[in-house]
């Protein structure tokens, strides 16, 4: 086992220009350093790549990196040159006489990072291990682990080679990392892999900077123009189902005067390389692609995700809608749903021969059904979906924005049951709209219309009747059986409407409204000038370096670049994503750019904004106030076993208000923290206190795991000033 050379804090600053570490990043290193394997859940865009990067720079010989595709080998070792990092990768595109000279830089121990496919490391090529058996291998790292589960949304055969793995290296500790995986698929990676003595690291999968909404897909086209139209300049992907689907789409919006193109793997390999290389330098603003494109794409600003098809299960929507926002700025994600996409995705759902992954993959595709049918928080039910607890409101999702009023819909519920009811509960969503809309279809029955409930609802057109049978199943009115077609059944609830007269109230069908332009969060104004300015710049040394636009600078650092105008050279590795070589090879023209904005715009510099605040020591005289009335009488209510939310309740006043009362007392000495906060908290909020002080609660929560809350920090802050007192 290798020993660390270098302290990762160091390499994180000096190297990648990054002032700390995010998530659990630092333990997951520490542990790898330590010679020990680990699986890795983290969500796209949370930082899965420094979590090898950062070791293989600490530890003295080289990290082998499994990657599934070579336009990831090849963005991830660019990426990792600028940051003058000795990285290669090694894969088919190569002549004979690049391999020999990065095989030459292996034995003279020259390379920190090699990229290649697995089957190039254990398939036929078995002299490949013998030759790495020779040299000085640190780490391996297995980036989308995913892929050699079947049950996996994206299982490759080719990584099932990598069982093998810890028969040929058994003292060098291996790294399995994944954005996307459930319990299910969590477990088989495990297995596969042979890990025994691991441990196992998980994020949460929520990306709070990306909205999610949820659109019918009539006039799906007229809806996505109009809102590309308001994204004229941003970045963007629009998924579709088939190749000829998204042929066709870029078709029309290339005719409609949009930059954009279309990805498919029946492309040309050499036309598919060339689009890729487009997009990710901006020269094409928006991909139409099949789910063939996208995988390792690291193009941090991306801005929307768009579904013109409904995905076959959660797991590739989420990783799809993870290409959006990778820079931590604000992103949207569109899916435009329509229950014959279900239908559609049935056959190809099924495996011949496997029942029982057929049984699972339909079970999936019935989840993603329902992520698009609920009334309630979409981000809570995908983070429910990977195991993770979420508040019911988001703020950021199509049912939180527009919370609908319920109507009385008790007429309209009983014309739905009675038709379910006389249809002998065998029959599914669409049957049933077309017998109250009293449809000619081919398909509907003689016998059924001579039904009295036959063209009740011709009043209302089928999206609407649609509607609300979904409805009374969110509400449970009625249900569907557990088949592979589900027929509509009655429930205990729809009883009482049908003979109790009960009242039933719905919500009216809503057309979701999407904000014209997200709104970027920054803590301070920033210049919006000089950010386009920012951008051409990075483009054009881009283009002359031939890279992507953001391995030179993300967008995340340019808007650091506006935000606080550094002045001086000295002042630049207070900017996020400065590190010390992309300083010296790229600093000067974003500097001088910086200058020259703020002389004419006459502004001075704000980098002192940047600066961690000095944090203030806590008054003396407040552990000598009284407590007023209105604090006494939470402080009761605590003391008789209410809970917080239920003080705040029954008080009528804000959780806010009752959790400031409560830290009073806890500064008065009548309170202990113990009563208020568990022990595991506790040490969770002062490891995180540790690292990022206190002068932020928000900077503390966005670092802390989703279960912690704004009140609990506060208390334990003012328990623990409570001690330097």
Same mark, same amino acid.
């Given at each position: 086992?290798?020993?660390?050379?270098?302290?990762?804090?160091?390499?994180?600053?000096?190297?990648?220009?990054?002032?700390?570490?995010?998530?659990?990043?630092?333990?997951?290193?520490?542990?790898?350093?330590?010679?020990?394997?680990?699986?890795?859940?983290?969500?796209?865009?949370?930082?899965?790549?420094?979590?090898?990067?950062?070791?293989?720079?600490?530890?003295?010989?080289?990290?082998?990196?499994?990657?599934?595709?070579?336009?990831?080998?090849?963005?991830?070792?660019?990426?990792?040159?600028?940051?003058?990092?000795?990285?290669?990768?090694?894969?088919?595109?190569?002549?004979?006489?690049?391999?020999?000279?990065?095989?030459?830089?292996?034995?003279?121990?020259?390379?920190?990072?090699?990229?290649?496919?697995?089957?190039?490391?254990?398939?036929?090529?078995?002299?490949?291990?013998?030759?790495?058996?020779?040299?000085?291998?640190?780490?391996?790292?297995?980036?989308?682990?995913?892929?050699?589960?079947?049950?996996?949304?994206?299982?490759?055969?080719?990584?099932?080679?990598?069982?093998?793995?810890?028969?040929?290296?058994?003292?060098?500790?291996?790294?399995?990392?994944?954005?996307?995986?459930?319990?299910?698929?969590?477990?088989?990676?495990?297995?596969?892999?042979?890990?025994?003595?691991?441990?196992?690291?998980?994020?949460?999968?929520?990306?709070?900077?990306?909205?999610?909404?949820?659109?019918?897909?009539?006039?799906?086209?007229?809806?996505?123009?109009?809102?590309?139209?308001?994204?004229?300049?941003?970045?963007?992907?629009?998924?579709?189902?088939?190749?000829?689907?998204?042929?066709?789409?870029?078709?029309?919006?290339?005719?409609?005067?949009?930059?954009?193109?279309?990805?498919?793997?029946?492309?040309?390999?050499?036309?598919?390389?060339?689009?890729?290389?487009?997009?990710?330098?901006?020269?094409?603003?928006?991909?139409?692609?099949?789910?063939?494109?996208?995988?390792?794409?690291?193009?941090?600003?991306?801005?929307?995700?768009?579904?013109?098809?409904?995905?076959?299960?959660?797991?590739?929507?989420?990783?799809?809608?993870?290409?959006?926002?990778?820079?931590?700025?604000?992103?949207?994600?569109?899916?435009?749903?329509?229950?014959?996409?279900?239908?559609?995705?049935?056959?190809?759902?099924?495996?011949?021969?496997?029942?029982?992954?057929?049984?699972?993959?339909?079970?999936?595709?019935?989840?993603?059904?329902?992520?698009?049918?609920?009334?309630?928080?979409?981000?809570?039910?995908?983070?429910?979906?990977?195991?993770?607890?979420?508040?019911?409101?988001?703020?950021?999702?199509?049912?939180?924005?527009?919370?609908?009023?319920?109507?009385?819909?008790?007429?309209?519920?009983?014309?739905?049951?009675?038709?379910?009811?006389?249809?002998?509960?065998?029959?599914?969503?669409?049957?049933?709209?077309?017998?109250?809309?009293?449809?000619?279809?081919?398909?509907?029955?003689?016998?059924?219309?001579?039904?009295?409930?036959?063209?009740?609802?011709?009043?209302?057109?089928?999206?609407?009747?649609?509607?609300?049978?979904?409805?009374?199943?969110?509400?449970?009115?009625?249900?569907?059986?557990?088949?592979?077609?589900?027929?509509?059944?009655?429930?205990?609830?729809?009883?009482?409407?049908?003979?109790?007269?009960?009242?039933?109230?719905?919500?009216?069908?809503?057309?979701?409204?999407?904000?014209?332009?997200?709104? $970027?969060? &920054?803590?301070? !104004?920033?210049?919006?000038? %000089?950010? =386009?300015?920012? +951008?051409?710049?990075?483009?054009?040394?881009? @283009?002359?370096?031939?890279?992507?636009?953001?391995?030179?600078?993300?967008?995340?650092?340019?808007?650091?670049?506006?935000?606080?105008?550094?002045?001086?050279?000295?002042?630049?590795?207070?900017?996020?994503?400065?590190?010390?070589?992309?300083?010296?090879?790229?600093?000067?023209?974003?500097?001088?750019?910086?200058?020259?904005?703020? $002389?004419? &715009?006459?502004? !001075?510099?704000?980098?002192? %904004?940047? =600066?961690?605040? +000095?944090?203030?020591?806590?008054?003396?005289? @407040?552990?000598?106030?009284?407590?007023?009335?209105?604090?006494?009488?939470?402080?009761?209510?605590?003391?008789?076993?209410?809970?917080?939310?239920?003080?705040?309740?029954?008080?009528?006043?804000?959780?806010?208000?009752?959790?400031?009362?409560?830290?009073?007392?806890?500064?008065?000495?009548?309170?202990?923290?113990?009563?208020?906060?568990?022990?595991?908290?506790?040490?969770?909020?002062?490891?995180?206190?540790?690292?990022?002080?206190?002068?932020?609660?928000?900077?503390?929560?966005?670092?802390?795991?989703?279960?912690?809350?704004?009140?609990?920090?506060?208390?334990?802050?003012?328990?623990?000033?409570?001690?330097?007192?």
């Amino acid at each position: 086992m290798s020993t660390a050379t270098a302290n990762p804090q160091l390499i994180l600053q000096s190297v990648f220009g990054y002032a700390s570490f995010r998530h659990n990043q630092q333990a997951i290193i520490e542990h790898i350093l330590n010679g020990k394997d680990a699986i890795v859940l983290m969500p796209t865009g949370g930082g899965k790549s420094l979590c090898y990067q950062v070791p293989a720079l600490c530890l003295p010989g080289v990290t082998i990196v499994v990657s599934p595709l070579i336009a990831l080998m090849k963005d991830q070792v660019d990426a990792l040159k600028v940051n003058g990092i000795a990285a290669a990768f090694l894969n088919s595109t190569q002549s004979q006489s690049e391999q020999v000279y990065i095989m030459q830089q292996l034995r003279n121990n020259q390379l920190k990072l090699l990229y290649l496919a697995p089957e190039r490391l254990l398939g036929n090529e078995i002299q490949f291990i013998h030759f790495l058996k020779e040299i000085q291998v640190s780490l391996f790292a297995i980036d989308e682990a995913h892929c050699i589960s079947q049950w996996g949304h994206d299982f490759r055969p080719e990584y099932l080679v990598l069982g093998e793995l810890k028969k040929h290296f058994t003292n060098i500790p291996t790294l399995a990392l994944t954005a996307t995986a459930d319990e299910l698929t969590r477990n088989d990676i495990i297995d596969k892999l042979q890990f025994t003595q691991y441990r196992l690291f998980e994020n949460s999968f929520n990306r709070p900077n990306i909205a999610y909404y949820i659109k019918p897909k009539k006039n799906f086209y007229t809806d996505l123009r109009k809102y590309l139209d308001q994204h004229k300049t941003d970045s963007g992907i629009i998924y579709c189902l088939s190749r000829n689907g998204t042929e066709e789409l870029a078709k029309e919006l290339i005719d409609d005067g949009f930059n954009a193109a279309a990805y498919h793997a029946g492309l040309d390999k050499s036309i598919r390389e060339e689009r890729q290389e487009q997009f990710l330098r901006d020269d094409i603003n928006i991909m139409v692609a099949t789910i063939a494109f996208g995988m390792g794409i690291n193009k941090s600003n991306v801005r929307f995700v768009v579904h013109a098809d409904l995905p076959k299960n959660i797991e590739g929507y989420y990783q799809e809608t993870g290409r959006a926002g990778r820079d931590g700025l604000n992103s949207e994600a569109i899916l435009y749903y329509s229950a014959g996409d279900v239908l559609k995705l049935k056959s190809f759902a099924k495996v011949e021969g496997n029942e029982n992954q057929s049984k699972i993959m339909l079970q999936k595709l019935d989840k993603m059904s329902r992520l698009c049918e609920i009334k309630t928080c979409r981000r809570k039910y995908l983070l429910n979906y990977f195991g993770e607890e979420a508040p019911d409101f988001c703020g950021s999702c199509d049912t939180c924005l527009n919370k609908p009023d319920l109507k009385e819909a008790t007429i309209i519920a009983q014309k739905i049951l009675s038709t379910v009811a006389r249809l002998n509960q065998a029959f599914g969503i669409r049957y049933v709209a077309d017998i109250l809309r009293g449809s000619n279809n081919e398909k509907i029955r003689n016998e059924h219309k001579q039904l009295t409930v036959y063209g009740i609802g011709k009043d209302l057109p089928k999206e609407e009747w649609l509607h609300y049978i979904k409805e009374l199943l969110h509400f449970g009115y009625l249900q569907t059986s557990d088949a592979e077609y589900p027929v509509l059944q009655l429930t205990a609830k729809s009883h009482g409407v049908l003979y109790q007269k009960e009242k039933v109230f719905l919500t009216a069908p809503v057309q979701v409204v999407i904000a014209k332009e997200p709104v $970027i969060y &920054q803590q301070h !104004p920033y210049e919006q000038l %000089l950010f =386009e300015a920012l +951008k051409k710049l990075r483009n054009s040394i881009a @283009h002359e370096e031939n890279v992507p636009a953001y391995i030179i600078f993300s967008d995340s650092s340019l808007l650091d670049l506006a935000t606080y105008l550094p002045i001086t050279k000295s002042d630049l590795p207070k900017i996020s994503g400065f590190g010390a070589f992309k300083i010296e090879k790229y600093g000067m023209p974003f500097l001088n750019m910086v200058q020259d904005y703020c $002389i004419q &715009q006459a502004i !001075p510099t704000r980098i002192h %904004l940047k =600066e961690p605040k +000095k944090e203030s020591k806590p008054k003396t005289p @407040h552990i000598n106030r009284k407590p007023t009335e209105t604090m006494r009488t939470t402080y009761n209510l605590f003391r008789q076993g209410n809970a917080v939310k239920d003080i705040a309740a029954i008080r009528g006043l804000s959780l806010q208000t009752i959790e400031t009362h409560l830290c009073a007392y806890i500064t008065f000495g009548e309170l202990d923290i113990n009563d208020l906060v568990s022990q595991k908290k506790q040490l969770e909020i002062k490891q995180a206190i540790a690292q990022y002080g206190t002068s932020s609660l928000r900077l503390l929560k966005e670092n802390l795991p989703l279960y912690h809350d704004y009140g609990e920090i506060k208390m334990v802050i003012t328990a623990l000033e409570k001690q330097t007192l």
